[in-house]
């Protein structure tokens, strides 16, 4: 991976990375991206913004603020000698570009950083027009967007320069408490402190492709300069490419959708309808008894409709996001943004099998990155006060050492806990066959739909087969005990709708089912958003402090006195007779 290469008259006819021809071509002349090889080419700053902005719409805030020799800096020649050769050769005052936009008809605060001043790295000024940037967003409560490309701290300003850090780092804090959108755009490199204060904090992160990122990558190179296979594969780790595969980036974008990526998260973010309560209520499902081992088997089935489908079929405009911010993009969890009937709302779905759309399908593990990007996507539907909707589909599969060790049981309780406690309206969707403890998180909700052969039991029926009968065989002799069917779990009080299915199962007519799941849906959104928070919360935690069959010392001696009496007065009725 090569550097940022600013364009110039020398590349204006050859790629500097592929060597290909640029000569004519109308892709360059407008991104700076290599037809041939998709490298990027650095761009000032001015440049980004008038890709991204809506025309007309940047004022730029800020500008007043300029650098001074804050420590007398000058083991070769004097700093201010530096700012000022570089304010003439960039037409810039500092590093940092701030100002206030539309980006397709959304406001915004932009943040963007220019590389060609001083490599983009962060000094007094800089720091301070980006915190003021980020304060600017709070007193307008619109979103920010940054678009990054640094070296890190600005040592010219010493240890003034890295303790911008905390400055920047805690306006961040005041943006997430008035629970305001951030999005950052990462281009290369992005490093130091400019990535670590701000640009990793973001709640959604782009990048462009090839972009070196991380905390600390440039010297790390440096040292490996002399071993070039050792450099590649180092720089390898660090690109942005590498980065999405570990879940630390949303997605790897390139610089011609920079605008549509931030006006569709945006315009989703920014939609102010709720859906409304209709005077018509929903209309009970019939109840009608179902072989249980046929649910099962339905349930089971390798074409049966996927969470993915569901929410295709269901919501307009999805946009999905990846990554659990830690080290994993889970595939078994979609996330993701979605419009329901003019209405945002965060939508999870966990599928039962990977390569969902191969013919030859796996079952997919149970790992405790799969439920912290499902943590992620509660933690987005309580900041943005978004309805959380989940499609549920997995059961418990043998677990692995690893993700025994990587802290899954943690992860499950703190999944509970966050659904528990969440300050917005959730509705969770069985689609298929849940089981066992790590499928109950997503249960966790205001309200629970079950697809009519859609199946809900404490474990495998093979697993307890096994236990009783030492017999994994056996597994359809217990269904029927278990009840686990969609009829029993709504007795129970466990779920609240049935959704109908036709006569064979689901897979059979996915347009019907979602057709009817619409209708539940929008209905019981409807129902639960006439609610404070304060009482989503009040009925969720009676909702669940009330399962269970159980009756208390007393009551068990007085229910087994008038079950004796009632079993006396039919025997001397039947003597009479």
Known sequence: MEGAFEVTEDIKTSCLVCNGSLEESEYFTQFKVCPHCKFHYSLSALVRISMIVDEGTFREISRGVVSIDPIGFSPKESYKTVIQREQKRTSLSEGVITGTCEIGGNPAVIIVFDFGFMSGSVGCV????????????????????????????????????????????????????????FISILANPTTGQAYASFAARADFIFAEPGSVIGLSPLGLMNESKKHKQLSDQLISNYTS??????????????????????????????????????????????????????????????????????????????????????????????????????QSVIVIGQERYSDVKQPVKTINSITPEMFRKIQRGIRLAEKFKLPLLSFIDISDVETSLSAEQGGLAVEVGKTISQMAQLNSPSISIIIGEIGGEASLPLVVADRVLMLEHSVFSVTLL?????????????????????????????????????????????????????????????????????????????????RFRKVGEYNSKVKAIVYQEFVGIQQLLSRKFNDRK
Request: net charge positive; hydrophobic share 40%.
């Open 462 to 542: 093979e697993d307890a087969a096994s236990l009783i009968f030492q017999d994994a065989n056996k597994a359809e002799e217990l269904a029927k005990w278990f009840k686990l069917t969609a009829l029993d779990c709504q007795k129970f009080g466990v779920v609240d709708y049935i959704v109908q299915e036709p006569v064979l199962g689901a897979h059979t007519n996915i347009k019907e089912v979602s057709f009817d799941l619409i209708r539940i849906l929008i209905s019981t959104l409807a129902e639960l958003q006439s609610k404070s928070s304060r009482r989503l919360l009040r009925e969720r935690k009676n």
């Open 126 to 181: 800089v720091g301070e027009k980006i915190t003021l940037a980020i304060e600017r967003s709070v007193r307008m409560n619109v979103p920010l967007i940054a678009v990054v490309t640094s070296s890190g701290s600005r040592i010219e300003e010493g240890l003034l320069s890295i303790m911008q850090m905390a400055k920047i780092s805690m306006a961040i804090d005041s943006l997430e408490n008035k629970d305001i959108p």
């Open 241 to 342: 490419e590498n980065l999405f595969e570990t879940g630390m980036i949303d997605m790897v974008v390139d610089r011609e959708n920079h605008r549509s990526i931030l006006a569709h998260i945006m315009g989703l973010l920014s939609m102010s309808n709720r859906i409304k309560k209709r005077k018509t209520s929903i209309q009970p499902s019939r109840k009608k008894d179902v072989d249980a081992w046929k649910s099962v088997s339905l349930a089971r089935i390798k074409n049966r409709p996927t969470a993915r489908q569901y929410i295709d079929a269901i919501g307009n405009r999805f946009f999905e996001i990846h990554g659990d911010r830690v080290n994993n993009d889970d595939s078994s969890v979609t996330l993701g943004i979605a419009e329901l009937s003019g």
